[in-house]
């Protein structure tokens, strides 16, 4: 997400290259892609569960009631009137003696009427429950895409396996028109299987390595497994789409741009949610894009700020916070921009959040409060009007989360991972703002400048060369000796497995390391150069491991400050009155998710 992070979009689900929300949903009511929109009885009603026809946001009672019974059918939530019509949800839906399972035909597949909308609408009883607007929900409609200039190309993966896990993240190159400069006015995705289908980003490529060097294109010619990051010559993020929105139109003074004097390759990553574990699903879905040379008053880009350092346990429901604060974007932000649109974006955890704008320490207005957040249905705000926010500003973004089933949950792509991102569309386009990343309590503004240094460490230089070392040793493992920091790179692959748990030999171990090296010796260096890894490479072979050591190193980091405080080394007493002996620590290995969850 989105980072993102991005956008959100639905359609129809008869509408051939339109979105459809989430048919995993769908398939376990019956009738669940076939009930009739109550305003319009030749078009279906397929985001079932919410007061968006098309899915996506706020749910109509229907999808309350679905919710709160686990998000499966039976019995009690066949019996229930949701909408307060008279009928049960199963007589609405097709199977009045409650007796459908997963799988099998519903007993009646006509006379059918929404369960989470009071009808007949007009009655008395009914608008006084119908308490929203659904009569009038939009279509994609743009009229600029019929003018005579523009014209318009579509991006789709050519029929691909989804793998058979969970969380799936694939990117794939495009190379797009480039013989004058476009812009891009109106976007809507293309679904060709919305079973898996969660989100859509597509980033513009420079293509240009971290080093000013000039890469080959396309990087990726079929859709590969990317994970979120897109790699340092494609970091820019212009559109998106998401469950819930048909598409956009951009308003006419904005358009994202293209072309012979701005990117001429483009990264389309998807994200694919395989809960099921099927090995079955293939997708070929994309984007279809509407542009023209006529170009427009402003270029649009979407950015985001986020919080890197979430730390979920089974004991709390916590609180998040990131900012683009007063600082920096006083440093960042050479004159004034405007935000059209935003969108929060959590994982399972998310419970609600908002992102507020402030001037002075004073608020000025909540660009998006979203109280009840839905991973599955995200919904994506879409301002009347432009919100201006000049340097100085502060943009602070809340994320209130459930609390973890069991173990630690933390900050992570995975779907079982969490998130904390606020994303949003604004104009005129900063070429190299990427927004704002807390890893808490510390802003990555100042990663803006090459020669930041944090705790003794220049970031920057450090993971330089931990990708010197790492590219050459695998051009030739052998001349590795030969390396300057050869030695530092022998130790660093040991790690992973001298600590898998942080026992006492493991910090034995490091020690040494993070007694050289200030870029890994604190918490604060570590967390801030793991976050540089995404930025400096595509290689995800380089940026997984190197997250993989520098987190050992930086999580047996804080049990070595702990063992070595002032605190007894036989017991550590918390706030909440749990103990743990340093003993059973340095004896047994106990894992690091287990230590840190009493004290961090």
Not at 31 to 41: D, L, M, Q, R, Y
Not at 87 to 106: A, F, R, S, V, Y
Not at 173 to 183: L, M
Not at 500 to 528: L, N, W, Y
């Amino acid at each position: 997400m989105t980072a993102h992070q991005p956008s959100v979009f639905l359609l129809l689900s008869m509408l051939v290259g339109q979105g459809q929300p989430y048919q995993y949903f769908q398939n376990r009511i019956p009738n669940g892609a076939s009930i009739p929109h109550p305003c319009k009885p030749n078009l279906n009603w397929p985001g079932l569960g919410h007061r968006n026809s098309q899915g996506g946001g706020e749910k109509n009672p229907f999808g309350v009631d679905f919710f709160n019974n686990g998000k499966i059918w039976n019995k009690a939530l066949c019996q229930k009137d949701s909408d307060g019509d008279g009928k049960t949800n199963g007589e609405e839906l097709g199977d009045p003696q409650c007796t459908w399972i997963l799988g099998q035909t519903p007993k009646l597949l006509t006379g059918l009427s929404h369960p989470g909308v009071c009808q007949p609408t007009d009655s008395e009883v009914c608008l006084s429950k119908n308490q929203w607007e659904f009569c009038d929900n939009a279509e994609f409609s743009c009229e600029h895409i019929h003018s005579s200039d523009v014209k318009n190309m579509t991006l789709r993966y050519p029929p691909t396996n989804v793998p058979a896990q969970e969380t799936n993240y694939m990117c794939m190159d495009f190379e797009v028109p480039s013989d004058k400069d476009y812009h891009i006015i109106a976007d809507r995705p293309y679904i060709n299987n919305s079973m898996v289908m969660h989100h859509i980003l597509i980033y513009g490529c420079t293509g240009v390595d971290s080093k000013g060097r000039k890469q080959n294109m396309i990087e990726s010619k079929s859709p590969q497994l990317c994970g979120m990051a897109t790699g340092y010559s494609c970091n820019t993020l212009l559109l998106g789409w998401t469950l819930g929105h048909p598409g956009i139109c951009y308003p006419d003074n904005i358009g994202f741009l293209f072309g012979n004097s701005s990117f001429k390759y483009f990264r389309m990553q998807m994200h694919w949610n395989n809960p099921e574990l099927r090995s079955d699903y293939v997708d070929s879905s994309g984007m279809v894009l509407y542009y023209t040379d006529k170009l427009r008053k402003n270029n649009a880009v979407m950015t985001s700020v986020g919080q890197l350092n979430l730390h979920i346990t089974p004991h709390t429901d916590p609180t998040y916070y990131a900012s683009c604060s007063s600082q920096c974007t006083q440093i960042q932000l050479p004159h004034p921009i405007h935000i059209i649109e935003s969108i929060l974006h959590m994982h399972y955890l998310g419970k609600s959040g908002s992102l507020i704008h402030y001037r002075n320490g004073t608020q000025l207005q909540v660009i998006f409060n979203e109280e009840v957040y839905s991973y599955d249905n995200p919904q994506f705000r879409e301002n009347k009007h432009s919100i201006p926010i000049l340097p100085g500003d502060e943009l602070k973004l809340i994320c209130k989360f459930k609390r973890s089933k069991s173990g630690i949950v933390r900050y992570g792509d995975a779907t079982s991972d969490e998130m904390c991102f606020g994303f949003f569309i604004y104009y005129p386009a900063l070429p190299n703002w990427r927004g704002c990343s807390w890893h808490d309590p510390f802003d990555y503004c100042g990663l803006q400048n090459p020669n930041y240094v944090i705790d003794g460490c220049l970031v920057h230089s450090f993971v330089k060369r931990l990708g010197s070392v790492y590219a050459a040793f695998k051009a030739n493992p052998q001349a590795i000796a030969q390396h300057k920091d050869g030695p530092l790179f022998a130790k660093l692959v040991q790690v992973p497995s001298v600590c898998r748990q942080c026992t006492k030999s493991c910090m034995d171990f490091i020690r040494p390391i993070t007694q050289s090296e200030p870029c890994i010796a604190s918490h604060k260096a570590g967390a801030v150069t793991i976050g540089m890894l995404n930025s400096y490479t595509r290689d995800l072979d380089f940026v997984n491991e190197g997250k993989k050591i520098i987190g050992h190193i930086e999580q047996c980091n804080r049990v070595m400050a702990f063992t070595t405080s002032t605190t007894p080394l036989t017991t550590v007493k918390t706030s909440s009155a749990n103990t743990i002996t340093v003993q059973i620590i340095l004896t047994t290995g106990i894992t690091m998710a287990s230590i840190l969850s009493y004290f961090l």
